[in-house]
């Protein structure tokens, strides 16, 4: 309205000669700025930083696909004082997204084209960004994981945003199932943790299992509420080793006791890819029967776990080297939880709770875990848990499969009535020995009531 009545005083009469004078931040074209940074070589920076400083307002100017001049500048692994220029002239322009979703924090994280520096600049130039996802799902800390980001940058953008270590995308991937995994091929215990001397494959061991340990004890502490016992445990300097195997402690009222538990436990829980949990049974044995604060193995609380969506491992050269059989890396990768816990030790079958004396299987049943990746397994290793009742439920594991199928959707009728199926087929004289009992059991209640029936 303003505009129209200077316009008016001016004497304009025609809309187009309105629109003429209105300011304007989206364009079809490069502006000047732009077409210097499009263009820029190694000794062209200064005129970039020249044109910022004598014209701000191209900063915010969208071109193309809605590209600003930041989301050029991220492309070219840009000096940091162009960088501090344009936030300068236009603060919080990081978070502006291109027609792609793209914040300008996704393109300096995405392709690795900018310095560690810049990236930690954008990232305290604009918060807002760092939650931001562009039109595939993805976070900035999606982008960071596969672009290889120090543990600096994926540290602080963790701490801004911790939700969004399992945070997923449209492909149902999270940053922590795109970490890179060369540690499942280290031969010793010293291949992954701090050392004096190291090879180049040990340091890739080292570094991508110090990043694993990063997202897993950071969705411990940050997001599910356990107190670290270091002042700062996630510093780069503390020993992988120390780090996997320290106590986990979560306060969950001031009146009452905390929750203690060790890795392993928030390993078989969380939606973490299943590599952490193979490496931390495979070098750390002694947590595979370790109990919780509430009497759990960590065989229990994966049984008991929600059922997750299992995306499969990220593979690049470094995690599956040419040398590997293909077939045994798809036969690790399809492994379960479950299935990797029992196969590091089998006597974790027929643990129950400490508290409740509730058994692996009867705790995979209520769940509503898989037959063939939880179940069969957990009865291969302990066969007599087939004859156990569960201590909440009172009932014979057929039984709690056949509740759950009555529960069950349509979609999962199927699943669950074969469940049934096979666990009577492994001790059919259960179904017997229950009916008879049944019978019995109608009888004596019918003698009773035929006893103290009275007559009128």
Not at 97 to 117: K, R
Not at 238 to 260: G, Q, V, W
């Amino acid at each position: 309205r303003l505009i129209r009545d200077e316009h008016k005083q001016r004497g304009s009469s025609t809309m187009s000669e309105l629109i003429i004078f209105q300011p304007r931040t989206t364009i079809n074209w490069r502006n000047k700025l732009q077409e210097l940074i499009n263009n820029v070589g190694d000794n062209k920076w200064a005129e970039v930083i020249a044109r910022i400083q004598s014209h701000p307002q191209e900063v915010c100017v969208q071109g193309p696909h809605g590209q600003t001049a930041l989301h050029l500048s991220c492309c070219r692994y840009p000096p940091t004082p162009v960088i501090r220029a344009i936030l300068d002239a236009a603060p919080g322009i990081t978070a502006l997204p291109n027609g792609d979703g793209e914040t300008s924090l996704h393109l300096a994280l995405g392709s690795a084209s900018a310095s560690e520096e810049v990236q930690l600049l954008l990232i305290q130039d604009s918060l807002e960004a760092i939650f931001k996802v562009d039109n595939n799902g993805d976070t900035p800390l999606h982008l960071a994981v596969i672009s290889g980001a120090s543990r600096r940058v994926l540290l602080t953008l963790i701490q801004f945003n911790p939700l969004a270590v399992l945070q997923p995308n449209h492909n149902s991937r999270t940053p922590f199932d795109n970490l890179r995994r060369s540690y499942v091929h280290a031969t010793t215990l010293e291949d992954i943790i701090c050392s004096s001397t190291e090879s180049p494959d040990e340091f890739f061991f080292r570094d991508d299992w110090n990043k694993a340990l990063l997202f897993l004890l950071s969705a411990a502490s940050l997001i599910y509420g356990f107190t670290l016992p270091l002042n700062n445990p996630l510093e780069e300097s503390n020993n992988n080793d120390c780090l996997a195997r320290m106590e986990l402690c979560h306060y969950i009222s001031p009146f009452r006791s905390s929750y203690k538990c060790v890795p392993l436990h928030i390993a078989t829980w969380i939606n973490c890819p299943r590599s952490v949990t193979k490496t931390l049974t495979t070098w750390y044995p002694d947590q595979c029967l370790a109990v919780d604060s509430f009497g759990n193995t960590p065989l229990c609380l994966a049984a008991s776990a929600p059922l997750w969506n299992y995306t499969g491992d990220f593979v690049d050269e470094l995690d599956d080297p040419e040398e590997e059989d293909d077939d045994d890396c798809e036969l690790q990768k399809d492994e379960s939880v479950v299935q990797i816990l029992l196969s590091a030790n089998p006597s974790a079958a027929s643990i129950p709770n400490a508290r409740n004396g509730r058994l692996p299987l009867a705790l995979a049943l209520e769940a509503g875990k898989p037959f063939d990746t939880a179940l069969f397994p957990i009865i291969q290793a302990y066969p007599q848990a087939i004859e156990i009742r569960d201590t909440a439920t009172h009932l014979y594991p057929f039984m709690m499969a056949a509740v759950a199928a009555a529960a069950s959707d349509d979609d999962d009728e199927e699943s669950t009535l074969n469940t049934v199926f096979q666990l009577l087929l492994m001790q059919p004289q259960l179904v017997t020995t229950t009916t008879t009992s049944s019978s019995k059991r109608s009888l004596s209640l019918a003698t009773c009531g035929r006893n103290s029936r009275r007559k009128y």
